[in-house]
């Protein structure tokens, strides 16, 4: 029986799990997974589910989608939009909302599948399917191969994802070299010396602290990297005090950076420590401030060779038109995990899926990113299709060009 992909992705994108979390998603993916006759290992890194489908002697794929959502409350207005809440790390109920599409990469998965399971009489070789939690942690990818993955299934010849995107639906892009950033994500602690609002001399303010490091450290990319060269800094949060009449003792801030090399790490990260220890004794801190990393994902880099070979298959699949080079990222993923620690070719793309007249409309107003949300947003949503058709033509067409 035909799997309904378009209900399956209805129902993933209605029930939304955080990181590390993804009990149900896991199950309903091993489900079609076994039911498709793949060995079916779950529990693998904590929610993630591992399948292999073994069809005689031939190349080794690894094919990789995460499946985890975000804290982020849908505005899409969409009749299955999601409206479920969870509990992140704190403890705190959040809303949940499949904000990045994972659930259109599980969907398409299954689909790729599917379709390989049907046309096996055609390829040989082993599929090994990843179904990857907590990809929005940048840790899923670790904890698989932590949790034994390598001696679970057999080494991979090549190591393959895809993830959607606001390109037109239809289109492709890859590209080889770096197709992605590095990142890091850090949290500073200033501390300060807490005290009455009224008797501010009498304390050392972490809050005027903070905010004379966030607008400092806006300076390192338009002060100190080369204007052809990339890099990211973002205080994505900052956190101090509890009422208006409090000085604080503290303030925290959330760093994510990002690049596209070792050297503008190594350049970026010491500019980073360099303004937040001088900000620092600025104000007269007492006590050095604490930079702690919580993750440290490397760039996403596309093999040559096997980009190349991979383009050329999607340019059959898919025509030469819809296969374009979108440049290289600024986000961050932590899939090549699979290929660095296997020693594995990697080759990364994204698909698109928005409404090609919707993109190009806003492309000639000049309001593309005003009237094309992206991943992140809280009125991101895929068009159903093509999106999907194109998701598993793609992944299955990359998979096929490797096996037998």
Known sequence: ?????????????????????????ASIAAGHLRDLGLEVHEGVGVTGVVGVLRNGDGPVVWARADMDALPVAELTGLAYASTATGIDPSGNTVPVMHACGHDMHVTAMIGAVERLVAERSEWSGTLVVLIQPAEEYGAGSRAMLDDGLRDLVPHPDIVLGQHVTPLPAGTIGVRPGTQMAASDGLTVTLHGRGGHGSRPH??????????????????????????RDVAVVTVGSIHAGLKNNIIPAEAKLELSLRYPNDEMRDRVLASVERIVRAEAAASGAEREP???????????????????RVTSALQRALGEASVVDPGMFTGSEDVSWFARDTGAPLVFWFWGGVDPERFAAAMAAGTLDKDVPTNHSPYFAPEIHPTIEVGVTALSAAAREFLG
């Open 1 to 25: 029986m035909t799997i309904d992909l378009e209900a399956l992705y209805i129902d993933l994108h209605q029930h939304p799990e955080l990181s590390f979390q993804e009990t149900r998603t």
């Open 202 to 227: 009498s304390t050392i303010d972490p809050v005027v602290m903070a905010a004379a490091t966030v607008m400092r450290l806006q300076t390192i990319t338009s002060r100190e990297v080369d204007p």
């Open 290 to 308: 604490e930079i702690r990393t919580d993750h440290t994902l490397p760039p996403t880099i596309n093999d040559a060779d096997a980009t190349a």
